[in-house]
């Protein structure tokens, strides 16, 4: 069981990043922030999302995130992005990059999506955000670029390590989303994640434009799902929804800091005067109406998020479907099921 529950975790955890990285805003200060001189010769109007399913010999391995953006020269070349996330350290993930680039480059050339020349110009990111250092071999330490603008790499170098919780305050480029979310990544407490969601507050909306209200969402969704212990996932995305629905031009993510901070010392207090009152009215009785309040509001916390993804009426679906649900595991999934799936359907048919 609590291997069981360690790796439904992971599967939020991981859903969470890859739709932090699903907004091409998000990919764009990515390549800004941490591709070096490769960036300055990208078109990132032609920025696009490419399904990252690649298949050969029946084998089948899905990217996390693949995106791809032509250079700006009008050489007609294009580059592939490719995003992996990963908690724990994996050593074989230079042989990963690698079959995985050599699967796409076989799919993209039945399709005639390669590049005129034949080629294909692939960028792999490992963005790491577990506790222990990155020490996996392979690793690039940095993009290197040719002068006519080839990304350089070495069969035995095929990706570049971002460690999300390391290395940031020494390369931190400013007002860029991505290393923001790596400042929230290295946080310890509430006070440090507030600090970081108040500087990002005083520029939010100058480099987010129109996109400000879902970069606003995706940091919430990500604080609810990867930092549980600082903020209950009913809290952060109540939070956001807030936010989202009564946002002016004025408002940013200050607001959402000073929400997430009121609410936080009242969950505190909550928390006390709940232990105090089980103190006397007896452990079992008070853990057992407790949960029972806990998971009512969860139930009702994923009926509210699937409406607002896919409409009221599979919120509703939902929530007869859930009911009676008591496993918190399985309303953990459930929660996971609505970040991962595009559509009602395919959502439905997983529930």
């Known amino acids: 069981m609590p291997n069981r529950r360690a790796r439904r975790r992971q599967v939020a955890y991981d859903a969470a990043w890859k739709q932090f990285f699903a907004l091409s805003i998000m990919v764009e200060h990515l390549l800004h ?15 696009r999302d490419v399904a990252g399913e690649w298949v050969q010999d029946g084998r089948r391995r899905r990217s996390d995130a693949v995106w791809r953006i032509d250079y700006l020269d009008g050489s007609d070349r294009s580059l ?10 994996d050593r074989s993930m230079a042989r990963r990059v690698l079959r995985i680039v050599g699967m796409a480059y076989e799919k993209l050339r039945r399709n005639r999506q390669l590049d005129p020349d034949g080629r294909l110009r692939v960028l792999c990111f490992v963005i790491h955000s577990g506790g222990r250092p990155w020490t996996a071999p392979g690793v690039a330490d940095r993009v290197g670029v040719s002068a006519n603008g080839e990304v350089l790499s070495l069969l035995s ?27 929230l990544t290295a946080s310890s407490t509430v006070a440090e994640v507030l600090n970081v969601l108040r500087a990002l507050g005083g520029w939010l909306s100058d480099e987010a434009g129109d996109q400000a209200e879902p970069v606003c969402a995706v940091y919430g969704e990500w604080l609810a ?15 956001v929804d807030q936010l989202t629905q009564d946002r ?10 000073e929400r997430m901070e009121r609410e936080a010392a009242q969950w505190r207090r909550r928390v006390k ?5 089980g103190r006397h009215e007896g ?28 409409g009221d009426a599979t919120g509703d679906r939902l929530a007869q479907r859930i009911g009676d649900v008591n496993d918190t595991d399985k309303l953990a999934e459930v929660g996971a099921m609505i970040i991962e799936c595009d559509t009602s359907a395919s959502f439905l048919e997983r529930i």
Not at 251 to 256: A, D, E, G
Not at 273 to 277: D, G, T
Request: one cysteine or more; proline letters at 3%; hydrophobic letters at 45%.
């Open 33 to 47: 922030g941490f591709a070096g001189a490769i960036a300055d010769l990208l078109d990132f109007a032609t920025l």
């Open 80 to 89: 592939i992005v490719m995003l992996e996330f990963q908690s724990t350290v």
């Open 283 to 310: 452990r079992q009785e008070g853990r057992q109406e407790g949960m029972e309040l806990a998971l009512a509001h969860e139930r009702s916390l994923l009926r509210q998020q699937a409406a607002r993804k896919f």
């Open 225 to 239: 799902t990867c930092m549980p212990r600082l903020f209950l996932r009913s809290r952060a995305s109540a939070l």
């Open 273 to 277: 005067m709940s232990r105090q009152k």
């Open 157 to 183: 170098q095929p990706y570049v390590a971002l460690d999300a919780r390391r290395g940031v305050r020494e390369h931190r480029p400013e007002r860029n989303f991505v290393a923001t979310l790596f400042e």
């Open 248 to 257: 002016t031009e004025n408002q940013s993510m200050t607001v959402l800091a």
